[in-house]
């Protein structure tokens, strides 16, 4: 059984970086194919695709957001990072990890997500 | 990048009514790499529907895909207390490599 989870910050100032983290189990990050994806969700508003990293450190982003993002992955501990420099008030949404399916574009498993607000 | 517009933005049905939810993208998108999902207010994402018409694990039968090119549609056959909810198309391309729709909203009328 496939899960993930999120945690991090609930609440940073503008400017800031933020750091969070995705803790899974049912899958490994070492196995050829694999991969873990971060997604967000401003309030109300619809789904935005952020960052993947692959099984061998691969690791793609959104252009629109390429220059404040990195992912980075630690197999041993089943978890992966992303981090976003330079936090602004429209950056306040809730946070997803997701597991896109070996050798495929589906994502087909999310994690319960974390509402991170930006405000001084 | 291709642009994927859903519609309506609110589709107002009674349980039992039929449900059609429509996905337009603004450059042809391969089959296999168009996804439909459900998302409950509090709640994540669900997979529903992947290569436009394959139903995911666990899925009712209720739920259907089809389309092609730039035109896709999300059918409902009969709508549950549970399906109200607001319902998401993606698709995956090279850069970005997932982009959503905007969403339906199906509410109870």
């Known amino acids: 059984q496939i899960t993930l989870k999120e945690s991090g910050p609930t609440l940073v100032k503008p400017t800031q970086t933020l750091t969070l983290t995705c803790t899974f189990s049912?899958?490994?990050?070492?196995?050829?194919?694999?991969?873990v994806a971060w997604i967000r969700q401003p309030p109300g508003k619809a789904l935005e695709w952020l960052a993947l990293?692959?099984?061998?450190?691969?690791?793609r982003y959104n252009p629109s957001l390429e220059s404040r993002l990195t992912i980075t992955k630690d197999t041993s501990k089943n978890q992966v990072v992303l981090t976003m420099t330079n936090m602004d008030p429209v950056d306040t949404a809730t946070y997803y990890c997701?597991?896109?399916?070996?050798?495929?574009?589906?994502?087909?498993?999310w994690g319960q997500g974390t509402l991170v607000t930006v405000s001084s | 990048e291709s642009v994927l517009t859903q519609s309506p933005g609110t589709l107002s049905l009674s349980p039992g009514e039929r449900a059609t939810l429509s996905c337009r993208a603004s450059?042809?998108?391969?089959?296999?790499?168009l996804a439909w999902y459900q998302q409950r207010p509090g709640q994540a994402p669900r997979l529903l529907i992947y290569g436009a018409s394959s139903r995911a694990t666990g899925v009712p039968d209720r739920f259907s895909g089809s389309g092609s090119g730039t035109d896709f549609t999300l059918t409902i056959s009969r709508l549950e207390p549970e399906d109200f909810a607001v319902y998401y198309c993606?698709?995956?391309?090279?850069?970005?490599?997932?982009?959503f729709g905007q969403g339906t909203k199906v509410e109870i009328k």
């Open positions: 993606q698709q995956y391309g090279s850069s970005p490599l997932w982009t």
């Open positions: 990293i692959y099984w061998d450190d691969d690791d």
């Open positions: 049912g899958f490994s990050l070492s196995t050829s194919g694999v991969a």
């Open positions: 450059q042809s998108v391969r089959s296999s790499y």
């Open positions: 997701a597991h896109r399916r070996g050798g495929s574009s589906l994502i087909d498993y």
